[in-house]
């Protein structure tokens, strides 16, 4: 797949990198049709915040369901959805008292709080990429209503009027 790729502060690249995967029954990939350069990419770009060398950036985007785990049971291949900037289990602690972006279980190195592509925030890639796997996904995808979906193809990224 394609993916914005972080290098240093100030340098980006478009490379190819490793399709992502379902690695537990609760896993969602999702194939993105819209992404969003938010300013919080700007910290790690900047250099005002560390990042990995490799990682994939960006959040907040919006895709069709691919493939989803053996137990993802409100989410469908097919469904439009939204994915936040932050993920969380939906089962801890600070999930249960509506703390989802302080989200006990989700970032590995037991620091609360986790997202995608940013610094300190967890392994999980961005979505300024083509394909991106989303963990819980019952609970970290907003089903959207059907719509148009845009391609690179110039007469469908058009919205109509009216």
Not at 32 to 38: E, G, M
Request: charged content about 15%; proline content about 9%; some cysteine.
């Amino acid at each position: 797949m394609k993916a914005v790729v972080f290098k240093a502060p100030y340098e980006l690249s478009v490379e190819t990198v490793d399709d992502p995967t379902i690695q537990g029954p609760l896993d969602a990939i999702i194939r993105i049709t819209t992404a969003n350069i938010c300013g919080s990419d700007l910290h790690p770009y900047e250099g005002r915040s560390e990042l990995d060398a490799g990682m994939v950036l960006g959040h907040e985007n919006m895709g069709v369901v691919e493939a989803v785990g053996a137990g993802v049971e409100r989410t469908s291949v097919g469904d439009r959805v939204s994915v936040p900037f932050n993920l969380a289990c939906g089962t801890c602690r600070n999930c249960n008292n509506g703390y989802t972006s302080a989200c006990l279980r989700a970032n590995p190195s037991g620091q609360p709080g986790a997202g995608y592509g940013y610094p300190m925030m967890g392994p999980y890639w961005g979505g300024q990429a083509e394909p991106l796997r989303v963990p819980w996904a019952d609970f970290n995808l907003l089903k959207l209503p059907a719509g148009l979906i845009a391609t690179t193809s110039p007469e469908r990224n058009t919205v109509p009027h009216g």
